[in-house]
């Protein structure tokens, strides 16, 4: 009897103390990890980026450089969270403005903003292009408009549609800078 009055106090106590640690596992709170400093070519600030990351416990950056020749005319940062897709600024050279098309962003109910030659921003993304001739000692030499965009997928906040045109200037100034654009 004495055994069996011991392993019943064994098993209860061992589920108290299963019980507390779990409780205590769920009041933690989440949060985004932090970006690491110039992150995406150093073209955002990282606490204007930081709020709109959705939580998780591990952050990957995947970052194309930001150089431009006939052959690669893209370039892309993506940020993921656990795997996700977190944040992504993508920049393209077009050749002619008529290849800029944004009908697919129609049902988004964008906004305008004036960023650029012409701006959207909806809740989860922003784009924008603006004319950018290359300089004699920049490439790539025939392109002659720049397109960038920017994604926050899954941002604890789902409306950005106020962070975002922020990040989308911040965005332009840097590639503008950058390239040294005519």
């Known amino acids: 009897m004495r055994h069996t009055g011991r392993l019943v106090a064994l098993v209860s106590l061992s589920l108290t103390l299963t019980a507390a640690t779990v409780g205590c596992t769920e009041k ?3 949060s985004a990890p932090k970006l690491p400093q110039g992150f995406c070519w150093n073209a955002f600030e990282r606490d204007d980026v930081q709020p709109i990351l959705p939580t998780g416990e591990r952050l990957k950056q995947d970052v194309e ?3 431009f020749t006939d052959r690669n005319r893209s370039a892309s940062c993506l940020i993921y969270i656990d795997g996700n897709n977190a944040f992504d600024a993508h920049a393209d050279f077009e050749d002619n403005e008529d290849l800029i098309e944004w009908s697919s962003f129609d049902e988004l109910k964008p906004d305008p903003v004036e960023i ?4 959207i921003v909806w ?3 922003a784009i924008t292009y603006f004319p950018c001739k290359s300089t004699a000692d920049s490439e790539p030499p025939v ?3 720049l ?3 920017i994604y926050a997928g899954g941002a604890r906040v789902k409306n950005q549609r106020k962070t975002l045109p922020g990040l989308l200037e911040q965005f332009t100034a840097f590639a503008q800078k950058e390239l040294k654009c005519a």
């Open 147 to 149: 397109e960038l965009t």
């Open 123 to 125: 809740d989860t993304g």
């Open 28 to 30: 933690k709170t989440e």
């Open 65 to 67: 450089d930001f150089r």
């Open 143 to 145: 392109a002659k408009f």
């Open 116 to 119: 650029g030659k012409k701006g």
